[in-house]
């Protein structure tokens, strides 16, 4: 008879000898007061089934290393109850190492090379609300049965799958129907998932298949057809408030009509406030996202040209662009940066002409052609105050900078693509002066930049000056920091001579931060 543990901790038992487990095999009816339980690096060692309602009444779980587990732990928290499976190749099905014998209070299940949930699993999850799927086969398996007439939610309202391989298009459909509390959804490297419908369900791109192929539609043509495809039903419309598709590639937005009119593009998810996608191939030719965004973050999505196809986006506050094309250029930024929009962030990574030749008041072009007043040049200001771009030229240009003097409050120039700038040109350096309100001032990754442009003591407003792999600086130009300057930061990649030159300044300025 074992005495009443309520900790039990096995390590590094390679073969358990002389461990008084008949087959090494522990049951939970052996440690009914058990609180914590850990079993580590123990191959041959193997647990039996461990019923749901056992695990729940202990406090913490951790298994690592045995057969069928690289890691098994489950914890309770102030951030809820948790519960994380990692598998190995011989893991088959949940039911080997874990029975839901109950509806339980898991709140977070995490699961890293398992095999797919089943509807039964899922009809015991009645308390979760975050699901983190990766590196597995499959999500979901079948959700028909026995039981597909039973009519069944599940208050989740965080999904994040990572490296699925099987018809993760075709689980996600089945899924999302059961989920009318979801209001975040993160897809990462899911290549199997092409084709991106919103605002329908099964039923009716069915019907709507049907009627466009006359009722000729051949089994093998409809299936290759739904090969691929994810369909948000239209719930999300109101649940949905964060959407990330992250490095899948063949994704495209349908368009929806070809299905039905009015359907969709992601126009259709009108409660969407944050939005991530990368590799995004589809027609920039109208509106794609829905005026309710706040934030938007796109990588790699080629063809937009300009931001006309964003210019809807009224409620947008922050706007992150990368690598989506050399030759994208700014138009129609203006109509989020002036009355109307709330942009105040924008982050512009890898389109090096961004800016240029853009003038932002274009009736003050005309003015000029016609001989205009000086005075009424200035029209509308602009709602930015964080910019963070790599188009140097373009930016430092006096229209533009007049356009944001009186709004931008942080500027991050960087020199990824100034390769041989060894300075700034005079029309450049007077570009900056009118930023009268700004406040910090970053220079990155200026390879062959020798020196800072001059005349920043004129930035009256400047009190963080910061310098990051800027390794040819070796001073700062004489007379060039401002009264108002609190920070002067010389970081990452930078050279001895400008540190030296900076340590040489302290008493001068309240903080200097050299790496």
């Given at each position: 008879m074992f005495p009443p543990l309520q900790v039990l901790i096995i390590r590094k038992c390679p073969k358990l000898l002389g461990f008084p487990f008949s087959n090494h095999i522990i049951s939970p009816d052996w440690f009914p007061k058990l609180q914590k339980l850990e079993i580590c690096d123990c191959p041959e060692f193997f647990l039996s089934v461990i019923p749901m309602s056992w695990i729940e009444s202990l406090c913490h779980v951790l298994i690592l290393q045995v057969k069928l587990l690289q890691k098994l732990e489950w914890s309770k928290s102030s951030d809820g109850v948790n519960l994380l499976i990692k598998g190995t190749g011989d893991l088959h099905s949940i039911d080997q190492v874990l029975v839901f014998d109950k509806e339980t209070g898991l709140e977070k299940l995490t699961l890293d090379k398992c095999p797919p949930l089943e509807l039964k699993h899922l009809l015991m999850l009645t308390s979760l609300k975050t699901l983190f799927v990766q590196n597995s086969v499959g999500l979901v398996g079948?959700?028909?049965?026995?039981?597909?007439?039973?009519?069944?939610?599940?208050?989740?309202?965080?999904?994040?799958?990572?490296?699925?391989?099987?018809?993760?298009?075709?689980?996600?459909?089945e899924l999302l129907p059961h989920l009318p509390k979801l209001s975040k959804l993160e897809i990462w490297d899911c290549k199997?998932?092409?084709?991106?419908?919103?605002?329908?369900?099964?039923?009716?791109?069915?019907?709507?298949?049907?009627?466009?192929?006359?009722?000729?539609?051949?089994?093998?043509?409809?299936?290759?057809?739904?090969?691929?495809?994810?369909?948000?039903?239209?719930?999300?419309?109101?649940?949905?408030r964060e959407l990330q598709f992250i490095s899948v590639p063949e994704l495209v937005l349908v368009d929806p009509s070809t299905l039905c009119p009015g359907g969709g593009w992601l126009q259709a998810l009108r409660s969407l406030q944050r939005l991530t996608?990368?590799?995004?191939?589809?027609?920039?030719?109208?509106?794609?996202?829905?005026?309710?965004?706040?934030?938007?973050?796109?990588?790699?999505?080629?063809?937009?040209?300009?931001?006309e196809p964003l210019s809807n986006l009224s409620s947008l506050t922050r706007l992150?662009?990368?690598?989506?094309g050399e030759d994208l250029k700014c138009q129609g930024l203006w109509s989020l940066l002036?009355?109307?929009?709330?942009?105040?962030?924008?982050?512009?990574?890898?389109?090096?002409?961004?800016?240029?030749?853009?003038?932002?008041?274009?009736?003050?072009?005309?003015?000029?052609?016609?001989?205009?007043?000086?005075?009424q040049t200035q029209l509308v200001s602009s709602t930015l105050r964080e910019l963070w771009t790599d188009d140097i030229a373009g930016l430092l240009a006096a229209p533009v900078c007049r356009f944001l003097s009186s709004s931008l409050t942080k500027?991050?120039?960087?020199?990824?693509?100034?390769?041989?700038?060894?300075?700034?040109?005079?029309?450049?350096?007077?570009?900056?002066?009118?930023?009268?309100?700004?406040?910090?001032?970053?220079?990155?990754?200026?390879?062959?930049?020798?020196?800072?442009?001059?005349?920043?003591?004129?930035?009256?407003?400047?009190?963080?000056?910061?310098?990051?792999?800027?390794?040819?600086?070796?001073?700062l130009p004489n007379d060039a920091l401002p009264d108002s300057l609190k920070k002067l930061e010389v970081l990452y990649n930078c050279s001895k001579e400008l540190k030296q030159y900076c340590r040489g300044l302290e008493g001068t300025i309240p903080e200097i931060c050299i790496l």
């Open positions: 079948p959700l028909g049965g026995g039981q597909s007439d039973v009519e069944w939610q599940l208050p989740v309202e965080y999904i994040k799958i990572n490296n699925l391989n099987g018809n993760t298009g075709e689980e996600m459909t199997n998932i092409k084709k991106l419908v919103v605002g329908m369900d099964v039923q009716q791109t069915t019907s709507e298949a049907s009627e466009m192929g006359g009722g000729e539609i051949t089994a093998a043509a409809a299936e290759e057809e739904d090969d691929g495809v994810l369909l948000f039903p239209p719930h999300l419309s109101d649940s949905l996608m990368s590799g995004l191939s589809t027609s920039f030719s109208c509106h794609l996202f829905p005026s309710s965004l706040q934030f938007l973050e796109l990588w790699d999505v080629k063809g937009m040209g300009t931001l992150e662009l990368h690598s989506c002036t009355t109307g929009g709330q942009l105040n962030e924008l982050e512009v990574r890898a389109s090096p002409r961004f800016f240029a030749d853009w003038d932002p008041n274009p009736r003050r072009a005309l003015e000029d052609a016609e001989g205009g007043e000086e005075q500027l991050t120039l960087l020199g990824v693509s100034c390769e041989g700038m060894e300075r700034f040109i005079k029309e450049q350096e007077d570009a900056l002066q009118p930023l009268s309100s700004l406040q910090e001032l970053m220079f990155w990754c200026f390879k062959d930049l020798q020196q800072l442009p001059a005349g920043l003591r004129n930035l009256t407003s400047l009190e963080i000056l910061s310098v990051n792999y800027c390794p040819a600086i070796s001073s």
